[in-house]
């Protein structure tokens, strides 16, 4: 099983980080496959709007440091997208990132992806409800879904970091075990 990791956060030890790598630490058991970008360590810009990949049928023409992904993107099972939040919803670079998968449709707006693979966000918030920017965070849920994708939502909310809530530690290194190649 192939497993992506994007994570926007500029904080290498932040929240949005640790629960990824928690994750990851359950996938890495069942030996998979795993690719981790690191969006903030990465030259990439956003979309040019050429239609070069709704005209030719190719994923993104940019020539930077996602070409790779886009290769990556083809066969993978699961996705992570890790965002802290930002004015109320996912950060810029996620946004400019996400913003470049308008290259996984084609000219009819069909998913060039094949379906079934699953879907994991990772988002983390200083409010302490962990439902108060839920709205905000459903337009990332509903595009992933757009590619017929299960989606599974991770939220940290509040003011202690991430690694000290040993239950959402333990509970994302099980999410991250039980990535299996039969999903």
Partial sequence: MKIIAVKSSPRKNGNTNAIIERILEGAEENEHHILRYDLENMNFKG??????CKENGS????????????EELISADVLIWGSPNYMGTINGTLKTFIDRHYCTKDKSMKSKLQPGRKAIMVLSQ??????YYLDNY??????LKTHEMDVDMVIHS???HASQDKELMDKTYQMG???????
């Fill in 47 to 52: 979309c040019s709007a050429c239609r070069a």
């Fill in 59 to 70: 994923f993104c023409v940019i020539k930077d440091d996602l070409t790779h992904y886009w």
């Fill in 126 to 131: 200083g409010h302490s409800d962990s439902s």
């Fill in 138 to 143: 459903r337009f990332l849920e509903k595009y």
């Fill in 158 to 160: 509040g003011h202690t």
């Fill in 177 to 183: 075990k039980a990535l299996s190649d039969n999903e």
